[in-house]
């Protein structure tokens, strides 16, 4: 427990130190692209708002040094970075060592190293696990709320945790701590429902179709078998204009619909149920009542280059909002074109025995290239155990690379294959995590990486034959 107690002081000691900045000041706030790095923003964006501070933001999908160069000659000499930071610690030291830095952050820090211009706020420094604790949001809320009244930004920092996948049946402690502030505070309540994506705003018989962790042969992938699936239990799927939700069904109903999927898979009821995180202030029927959905819009801003909407929306603008829910839509075409370039453009595509190379080269958006692997990588149409690894073009002279494997198998860790492929080219960085990882490299290393990933590929085939 002591680390614990170690780490809020730290987060209480930095904060102090962050109230010596002179009220004149304008402070740069550098957040990550992805929903947690958009709820981190916000969260601090709304705590500077609150303290009457001059503030600018910048959304970065990654830190480079090259970005870091160009924040070095930013007017600003106070900056915030969060949901990222750490694991550049060493780079921001160096480049930025014009400016005073706050770091707030859960990934974890390229090294130990103090450097004198920087207060690191992040739990690994105190042996918290910041993968599964508490998120870049979760950090950036504790740290916030030491300044200023900050709590109805607990709903915010819950969205966070989800987006960066820290919900398993229940939260870990500092996030339950955060989690009970939303609680106590009337910000969101907990349900268990039945584990299926969009429950406040599809049809029940669009969840049972596209359902990912229910899967029931012959109903999942198919609208006609949820249909007939439903009128079978005697649950009507129409309404007289549209069709049902789960919220439209009556308590009859709804248990029978439990029982149904029950009776279908054959399994403990305990695998279709979990906890649906609701933001009490909003209505049943928005993409912003469900944690996991108002991650998922976070997301899709991001990845479509439109971070400020997701932060207006964690802001509680309703312009923003309508935008948020319009760029679901535009997001939402931006996967059907990429699947859609797959399946057009065979002669792109190399496919061998354990693998499969796409190079999307400027046909699909960077930010989306992961979203095609990972699409790919769950579809029945690739046999198991295949390497997906598929590239696309940043518009500054660099390439995205994603890897994902089919079939979850065991064994596999996907983020050490990618950092051995960018050591045998000895150029470019990776990241990610056992089943997702990837790399950025200069766009003429792509040839040199292609052949490196196959070679890598094979020798792991070969060791398999073993
Ligand atoms: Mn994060």
Redo the contacts with the bound molecule.
Sequence with gaps: MQNYEKFKQHIKSSAESFNSIPKNESIKVIG?L?A??ICSSAITVNGLIKMNRKYSLSILPTLTDESLKLLQDENEKYFVFV?LGSGSIDSIGKILDNKKIFILD?HHPQSDVIYENIVHVNPHLFDIDGSTEI??AGVAFLFTRELVDNTDMARIAIVGAIG?VQENNGFQLLNDEILKIAIENNLIEVKRGLKFFGVQTRPIHKLLQYSSDIVIPGITGSESGAINFLLSLGINPKLKNGFKKISDLTQDEQKKLIAGIIMKKDINSKEIFCNNYLLINEVDDSPFRDAKEFATLLNSCGRLGKASIGIGACLNDKKMKNLAVENLSSYRREIVNAINWYKDNPDKIIKKKNFIIINAEEEVMPTMIGTLGSILSKSPDIEKNMFILSLARNDDNTTKISLRITGNPENVNLKEIIQAIIEKINHGSSGGHVFASGAVIDTDYEEKFIGAASEVFEAIAMEERI
Excluded: F
Aim: no cysteine.
């Design positions: 990550h992805d947690d790095g949901d859960h998120s870049g960066d």
